[in-house]
């Protein structure tokens, strides 16, 4: 599903250019990619749309800690990756927030790294500023045997 997200990514400059889910997976179907790929890719972006970011506009800008629930729900590299992006302060507390309460409503009961960079990517892939830009491309193309389409 990564590799439809990246097409995605190099195809659409705004994620509001996004076409309608139908004719998007007609789209994605003539490039080639699988069945499956295309369906997760396309429940991905319908929650995508889901996504209220509004109710977290007045989170304060403050540090803040894994409460012990949301620290159980990640293995130990999505662990080491949820530091890297705290260190790295690549995320605005309203985002950090999004992404954790993603985390506590997958429906997955422990989340790896590959799963956290998912929900980060949900939650940054329509902000598309430079910082984000850099995050999405590093997700989605920063891993082994990831291609530009």
């Known amino acids: 599903m990564l590799e439809v997200l990246a097409y995605l990514f190099e195809a659409f400059h705004s994620a509001d250019?996004?076409?309608?889910?139908p004719a998007l997976a007609r789209q994605l179907d003539a490039v080639g990619f699988e069945s499956d790929d295309i369906q997760?890719?396309?429940a991905w972006l319908s929650e995508l749309s889901k996504l209220d970011t509004g109710v977290y506009?007045?989170?304060p800008d403050t540090p803040r800690y894994l409460h012990p629930l949301e620290s159980a729900r990640l293995d130990e590299d999505a662990h080491a990756y949820w530091h890297y992006l705290e260190q790295g302060r690549v995320l605005t507390a309203s985002e950090r927030e999004m992404v954790l309460d993603r985390?506590?409503?997958d429906s997955q009961s422990e989340i790896g790294a590959e799963r956290l960079k998912l929900l980060v990517l949900m939650v940054v892939w329509r902000k598309r500023d430079q910082l984000s830009n850099l995050l999405i491309e590093e997700?989605?193309?920063g891993r082994n045997g990831?291609?530009?389409?």
Request: charged fraction near 15%; hydrophobic fraction near 65%.
């Open 57 to 59: 506009a007045d989170v």
């Open 40 to 42: 997760e890719a396309l």
């Open 139 to 141: 997700i989605l193309f």
């Open 146 to 149: 990831a291609t530009l389409h």
């Open 103 to 105: 985390v506590l409503a």
């Open 17 to 21: 250019g996004v076409p309608e889910l």
